[in-house]
């Protein structure tokens, strides 16, 4: 569905949902059998070890804080319609606050506009809407974490060279930053290097490995792939295994950690990657929402940080706070 089109159909379930919504959360969001403030959150998917960290961190803050959450997110992160309905779903049931992680940051305004019109409040966790509702966004500063990819892989390959990208998302800013800040980095201060190719494999890991596959047959003098989220580093590690290259003949960088990445980096097949912090996005977005529901004037971006882990340092106590199996 083109996004224009989706748009409105949002558009129009939203504007179905403002003639029932009142002008308050619903008589203050609590749960049904209690009296404990309820957050609504909506993650961008489920199939990655990070959202399941970002999940823990939110539900070990709403202990501490003595609030009850939903944490829900897509099968896919491909999955804009579904993640949508799972948005309006929550605004339906009148929470006391709503975290949001946008997938379509177009498609998400008439939702955020319901929202408004309910008087529920919106934070946002990872990716944010382009929507001036919502009050805090707790993520990764992406275009300096991409930077830092870039730094390391034009150490890696010496400063010179032809790298390409696999991508996770031409549409959600943690795609275009990622790639945006690795890019201007190597355009700004390694000439040396070319990148040569950007493609997207959607954060899956066997398309990822296909685009990977190509690449290295496409670039025979290829000496580095970035990519740019948990699937997408994944599936460039299975490319080079299955195209039975050594470890180390190519500069593989990636992004985030979990179990592959990190047994990867320890075999010498991933050179290293940029890990987050994502138990801190989940504790912080449920705080937001927390500070939010209780009229707490909020700034409007919180960087959780972004760190790179390689052989050398993956088992130090600092790095492996932030990692995530």
């Not at 009142?22 to 990070?50: E, M, R, W």
């Not at 300096?144 to 892989?153: D, I």
């Not at 930053?177 to 494999?201: C, E, L, M, S």
Request: charged share 20%.
């Amino acid at each position: 569905m083109k996004r224009a089109k989706k748009v409105a159909l949002v558009a129009a379930a939203a504007a179905a949902a403002l003639m029932f919504a009142g002008c308050s959360n619903g008589g203050g969001g609590t749960t049904g059998g209690d009296s404990k403030p309820y957050i609504a959150l909506v993650s961008k998917g489920f199939q990655h070890q990070f959202w399941q960290a970002v999940k823990q961190g939110a539900q070990e803050k709403a202990e501490e804080l003595g609030v009850e959450i939903t944490f829900e997110g897509p099968a896919s992160e491909t999955e804009v319609d579904a993640q949508l309905q799972m948005l309006q779903a929550a605004i339906d049931k009148k929470p006391a606050a709503i975290g949001y992680a946008a997938l379509d940051p177009q498609a998400c305004i008439p939702l955020y506009d319901a929202a408004k019109a309910a008087g529920i409040p919106i934070v946002e966790f990872d990716a944010p809407c382009d929507s001036d509702y919502s009050q805090n966004l707790a993520a990764t500063d992406s275009l300096v974490a991409g930077a830092l990819a870039a730094e390391h892989m034009a150490k890696l390959i010496g400063g010179s060279g032809e790298v390409a990208i696999v991508g996770h998302s031409q549409i959600n800013s943690t795609g275009v930053q990622r790639r945006d800040g690795f890019v201007d980095k190597i355009k700004a201060d390694f000439p040396g290097i070319t990148i040569v190719d950007i493609q997207y494999g959607d954060g899956d890991h066997l398309k990822s490995a296909d685009i990977a596959k190509a690449m290295i047959a496409a670039h025979p003098n290829l000496k580095g792939i970035y990519g740019t989220n948990e699937g997408s580093a994944v599936g460039v590690v299975n490319a080079v295994t299955e195209l039975g290259l050594q470890p180390g003949k190519l500069a593989i960088v990636g992004f985030d950690s979990g179990s592959a990445q990190i047994n990867a980096i320890k075999s010498g097949l991933m050179a290293g990657a940029i890990t987050q912090d994502p138990i801190g996005i989940g504790k912080a977005v449920v705080q937001a929402a927390y500070d939010a529901m209780n009229g707490k004037k909020l700034e409007k971006f919180t960087d959780t940080g972004s760190y790179w882990y390689d052989k050398s340092n993956v088992d130090d106590p600092k790095i492996a706070a932030v990692l995530y199996q």
